[in-house]
């Protein structure tokens, strides 16, 4: 005769961890925006640490304590961001009164060269020409808006704050990540996460590097080739698309529409040269300059990178947005480590991964 099997009975122990739970879910749910506000500082402000730990490396080998490193950094971008506003604003502000002063008069010239292209022109709606005082009214209109928006900054100035201080916590105290591995992970599992901690580094500092390398590529390149043939407004269409290029495909797409629409209004012949020239330029940073700078640590398909923005676009908007691809190089690494197809270290970087942790 069979003995049934005695009901199982939850303990005190079980009982607590399902509250927990419940209660973890409960909050990801109700505080879902809180939790992603906090998560994007973090990683904002890891990322800086990022840009700044070469820094700091380099003169702790001079016996130059990380901390002073790191204010010397801070001092340094300041300075540079001050010298740059003082060279670049004055320039801006002439051309944003010649935007606002010519703008109807472009988008009309553009529209009209438009018309006279036999497939699009048909294309075009009947009341295309009251789009040039309609964006004149709506950019009058929006300069309202926009100045309130600017004096409304305190809540940027503390996650601003907060990502400084940060990321001066991150890159004095390197051993924080080897801390928080020790501390809440079982010794069997420290080595695998502490490897998946530095592949993360290597990525994410290469992808970032690669961002500024591209962006500065952009700019320059873009505004020179519009100055050298005369199309209005060159150094702001060059300088936001190489600000907009932080985010793939956005920024290049932004000046090119910008461009053709400047262009249009001077010589309808100047918008095949910038078209040719805007597929030079992304011909060269997709198959040139972005293999050479990213290599293969980012491991992310060009369809991936599409999917990532989208998913950020519409998650959280602006910030989703800029956050999209350093979130997808941290989950695929994830998902490759996993599967188990992230690259084995070396011998002796396993060593030293090894007294790395030992020293925590």
């Known amino acids: 005769m069979v003995t049934p099997p005695s009901a199982w009975r939850p303990n ?50 001079r016996r130059i304590p990380r901390a002073v490193a790191v204010l010397v950094f801070y001092a340094l971008s300041f300075c540079a961001l001050v ?32 018309r006279a292209v036999p497939v699009i022109g048909d294309l075009l709606p009947p009341n295309a020409g009251l789009l040039p005082q309609s964006v004149g009214q709506a950019v009058q209109g929006m300069l309202g808006p926009a100045l309130v928006a600017l004096l409304n900054v305190g809540e940027l100035v503390v996650d601003l704050a907060v990502v400084l201080v940060l990321a001066f916590f991150f890159a004095v105290d390197p051993s924080i990540g080897r801390q928080l591995i020790v501390t809440w992970l079982p010794q069997a599992q420290r080595h695998r996460a502490w490897r998946v901690a ?22 320059v390149t873009f505004s020179s080739f519009l100055f050298l043939l005369r199309v209005p407004f060159a150094f702001s269409i060059g300088v936001i698309g190489g600000l907009l290029d932080f985010i793939p495909y956005v920024g290049g797409l932004v ?41 293969r640590v980012t491991n992310l398909h060009p369809a991936l990178v599409l999917l990532a923005l989208l998913i950020g676009a519409k998650a959280a908007q602006l910030t989703g947005t800029l956050l999209a691809i350093p979130v997808a190089v941290v989950v695929t690494t994830l998902i490759e480590e996993a599967q188990g197809r992230l690259a084995e270290p070396a011998a002796a970087s396993g060593t030293s991964i090894h007294v790395e942790l030992e020293r925590t």
């Open 83 to 114: 010298l740059l506003a003082h060279l670049l604003l004055p320039v801006l502000q002439v051309e944003t009164r010649h935007i606002r002063r010519t703008l109807p008069e472009v988008l009309s010239r553009g529209l009209a060269a438009l």
């Open 198 to 219: 530095r592949a993360l580094q290597s990525r994410l500092t290469r992808w970032l590097w690669a961002q500024v390398a591209m962006m500065l590529f952009f700019a």
């Open 12 to 61: 005190l122990g079980t009982w607590l961890g399902l509250a927990g739970a419940g209660f973890a879910l409960w909050l990801v749910i109700h505080e879902a925006d809180l939790i992603f506000d906090v998560a994007a500082v973090l990683l904002t402000g890891y990322l800086l640490c990022l840009v700044i730990a070469p820094l700091a490396d380099l003169l702790e080998k």
């Open 255 to 295: 000046a090119l529409v910008l461009a053709l629409i400047s262009a249009l209004a001077v010589q309808p012949i100047l918008a095949v040269y910038i078209a040719l020239l805007y597929i030079v330029l992304a011909a060269i940073q997709g198959h040139v300059l972005a293999p050479a700078l990213y290599g």
